[in-house]
């Protein structure tokens, strides 16, 4: 545990985290547009789990979460829309025998199909509940993954958006162990000339949905953003010439289930 060893622990509790570069080592490949930091989930895991405890993810994404997962023997489920990377992660994970994992194609804002998956795999491997859940959600109309309806990264308005990822938070919630924990990634987005507090709003209607305690406020940087990397001039220059301010940072938000 790692109150047996705390003054050696490099589990980071600070509130602000500073990440020089993402982790490439193992089955980490920067495959994916939005690709999670594997430091992320590496420290949420070991501070907020134990070995052979279960972590749901509720948009998994390229798999950074599994992979780590795999590396700290924490069972896993994850839910996405997008079957080629779905395929892509069954594919990295194809010699795993060391964990107990599925990645599968689960609509999360609807709660029958995401139940009704998420129990048949609990009833196969014997969970009575998931010990800690992550998401890292699409931005809001930046990227779009896929041309799926379900894809929450086609929606357009913000209150849709917020309404669709409060769903799918609930839906993980409610398999969430009692007094367990979870963390949402998110940042903010610039549309039409403003910012909009896109993390705040999704954290503020997750406080105003589920009966929770907020635990933690992180705000992580990483430097040499891909999208940005080799360009840093032409950004400042842009950012200088107009009026706003360059996104460098996430954040991490970590609630209690009550």
Same mark, same amino acid.
């Given at each position: 545990?790692?109150?047996?060893?705390?003054?050696?622990?490099?589990?980071?509790?600070?509130?602000?985290?500073?990440?020089?570069?993402?982790?490439?080592?193992?089955?980490? &490949?920067?495959?994916?547009?939005?690709?999670?930091?594997?430091?992320?989930?590496?420290?949420?895991?070991?501070?907020?789990? &134990?070995?052979?405890?279960?972590?749901?993810?509720?948009?998994?994404?390229?798999?950074?979460?599994?992979?780590?997962?795999?590396?700290?023997?924490?069972?896993?489920?994850?839910?996405?829309?997008?079957?080629?990377?779905?395929?892509?992660?069954?594919?990295?994970?194809?010699?795993?025998?060391?964990?107990?994992?599925?990645?599968?194609?689960?609509?999360?804002?609807?709660?029958?199909?995401?139940?009704?998956?998420?129990?048949?795999?609990?009833?196969?491997? =014997? $969970?009575?509940?998931?010990?800690?859940?992550?998401? =890292?959600?699409?931005?809001?109309?930046?990227?779009?993954?896929?041309?799926?309806?379900?894809?929450?990264?086609?929606?357009?308005?913000?209150?849709?958006?917020?309404?669709?990822?409060?769903?799918?938070?609930?839906?993980?919630?409610?398999?969430?162990?009692?007094?367990?924990?979870?963390?949402?990634?998110?940042?903010?987005?610039? &549309?039409?000339?403003?910012?909009?507090?896109?993390?705040?709003?999704?954290?503020?209607?997750?406080?105003?949905?589920? &009966?929770?305690?907020?635990?933690?406020?992180?705000?992580?940087?990483?430097?040499?953003?891909?999208? $940005?990397?080799?360009?840093?001039?032409?950004?400042?220059?842009?950012?200088?010439?107009?009026?706003?301010?360059?996104?460098?940072?996430?954040?991490?938000?970590?609630?209690?289930?009550?």
């Amino acid at each position: 545990m790692i109150m047996d060893s705390w003054k050696h622990s490099d589990i980071n509790v600070d509130s602000l985290w500073m990440i020089p570069e993402r982790e490439k080592s193992g089955k980490h &490949k920067n495959v994916y547009h939005g690709n999670f930091i594997p430091q992320i989930p590496n420290q949420l895991i070991r501070r907020y789990t &134990k070995p052979g405890d279960t972590v749901l993810e509720l948009f998994s994404g390229s798999g950074t979460t599994l992979f780590e997962c795999e590396s700290l023997a924490r069972d896993y489920i994850g839910f996405d829309i997008n079957d080629s990377i779905i395929d892509y992660v069954n594919q990295q994970m194809a010699d795993c025998t060391a964990i107990n994992y599925a990645v599968r194609n689960v609509d999360v804002t609807d709660h029958t199909e995401f139940a009704s998956s998420l129990e048949e795999w609990m009833t196969l491997h =014997h $969970k009575p509940c998931v010990d800690f859940m992550i998401a =890292h959600p699409p931005y809001l109309d930046i990227v779009k993954f896929t041309d799926d309806q379900r894809d929450l990264s086609n929606i357009d308005d913000t209150e849709e958006f917020l309404k669709k990822i409060t769903l799918a938070v609930s839906n993980g919630f409610e398999y969430l162990k009692k007094n367990g924990y979870f963390a949402i990634v998110a940042g903010d987005v610039y &549309k039409k000339s403003e910012v909009i507090p896109l993390a705040f709003l999704i954290m503020n209607a997750i406080r105003l949905t589920l &009966k929770v305690k907020m635990k933690g406020v992180i705000v992580k940087n990483i430097e040499g953003n891909r999208g $940005k990397l080799g360009a840093r001039n032409i950004w400042k220059y842009r950012a200088l010439n107009s009026d706003y301010f360059l996104f460098k940072h996430e954040y991490i938000f970590v609630f209690k289930k009550l």
